[in-house]
């Protein structure tokens, strides 16, 4: 007994020296949070903490035991239970889930079998060196002057199933369009380019040791010794606000600035690029929902025809995949995300899916191989539907309002 009091006052002093920095080998823990309101889940997400998901009454999140701290200092009561750590390169229960090399090889493959409406590109290469490598479809040579849909996945390392949606949405794409007119008249008319792995450093560290990790950000060597940037709290857009952490060691540190890593920048190049891109879909996992800007402000965007347009594009979409549709900023704030940069600069009608599962229950980040062809099934649909809509995101106000807002 003796023994373990001195333990726990060298592991206190330990955190005490150190603050909040998270070891790579610290217990984690699956964690509810009591809380009912956004502003309390803001709170919450102000103090560094990635929630992972809203209930009604209460949130849950993955921590260590300084993250429990922070949020019972906040006055907030939790419960809280070690994680587990599965046995994993993806173990062989998940072997059909894609590391980068295989993500990369199934992109050349379908470049490779289909090479008149498919050609694999990179948008830049990772901190660590890896090419963020994509994928363009269309039937129609002509570059740069269709409308475009895009695609990414796996901003967040432990989101793997956000890699084989979008990898599986080439795929069908590139296979159907001969037998598909559906398939063959969008590809003929509109560009989709899809990448599904923003973040390779980190989905490859998170799979690197034989149990996932619970990896979320980059691998950027943080000044105090850390690792790790959020690449979904680096965009410009309320940069550094409400919802990211200024600490390196926070799951949700944004950074030293905005687009300060290799892989935000290159999204950012090259979706300022696609001059004709009027949608896009970043891929999350999970809590199976479809969020729409802002995330920064609890305020809707300016403009109440786009605030439409994004109302009812993804409730439409929800109709199919059954998530549910909402402003983003209606589970708590969060800045420097995708779609907030992407609408704001560029004037995309950009989502968050975060698909399956619907929690924590389900599997969380780690849902089982099983979980992907029901997942990708589901979001076909809404893929379709985008990709239909790239043409004119209005058009399903039925108004005549021009159709492509091109970069100034
Ligand atoms: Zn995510």
Redesign the pocket.
């Known amino acids: 007994m003796a023994r373990h009091s001195i333990s726990a006052v060298i592991a206190f002093l330990c955190f005490s020296i150190v603050g909040f920095a998270r070891n790579q080998q610290d217990q984690l823990y699956s964690v509810r949070v009591s809380v009912s309101t956004a502003e309390q889940r803001t709170e919450i997400a102000n103090a560094g903490i990635a929630i992972d998901k809203v209930f009604s009454d209460s949130i849950g999140f993955i921590g260590t035991k300084e993250d429990i701290k922070r949020v019972e200092g906040l006055g907030f009561s939790i419960k809280a239970s070690e994680l587990p750590r599965r046995a994993l390169d993806f173990p062989s229960d998940d072997k059909n889930f894609h590391n980068y090399s295989e993500t990369v090889a199934s992109l050349d493959e379908i470049a490779k079998n289909h090479p008149k409406i498919a050609q694999r590109f990179s948008i830049g290469k990772s901190l660590e060196g890896r090419e963020i490598t994509g994928i363009r479809l269309s039937g129609n040579p002509s570059r740069d002057s269709l409308p475009t849909a895009i695609f990414m996945g796996c ?2 390392a432990r ?1 793997h199933l ?1 890699v084989e949606v979008p990898l599986k949405l080439a795929e069908y794409l590139a296979n159907n369009y001969e037998t598909d007119s559906r398939v063959k008249s969008l590809l003929d008319t509109r560009e989709v380019v899809i990448v599904p792995m923003i973040n390779p450093d980190g989905a490859e560290y998170d799979i690197s040791s034989g149990s996932y990790k619970y990896w ?1 950000k980059n691998r950027r060597k943080n000044d105090d010794g850390t690792y790790g940037v959020d690449l ?1 709290r680096n965009y410009g857009k309320g940069f550094g606000g409400a919802g990211a952490s200024s600490s390196p060691s926070s799951d949700t540190y944004h950074g030293p600035e905005a687009f300060s890593e290799p892989e935000t920048q290159a999204v950012r190049d090259w979706v300022r690029g696609r001059k004709k891109a009027t949608v896009l879909l970043s891929f ?2 999970f809590s199976e929902l479809i969020l729409w800007p802002f995330g920064h402000t609890y305020d809707q965007v300016p403009s109440k025809t786009d605030q439409d347009v994004f109302e009812t594009m993804g409730k439409k979409m929800a109709t199919w995949n059954k998530y549910t549709p909402q402003k983003s900023s209606e589970l708590y704030l969060a800045s420097g995300d995708t779609t907030d940069w992407a609408y704001d600069e560029l004037k995309i009608f950009a989502f968050t899916f ?1 698909l399956t599962p619907d929690s924590m229950f389900g599997g969380g980040f780690y849902p089982g191989a099983e979980a992907i062809e029901p997942t990708f099934k589901a979001n076909i649909e809404p893929a379709l539907y985008l990709i239909e809509k790239a043409e004119n995101p209005y058009s399903v106000l039925n108004e005549s309002v021009d159709p492509l807002r091109l970069i100034p």
């Open positions: 901003h967040h989101e956000s979320r979904n999350h996992t975060e």
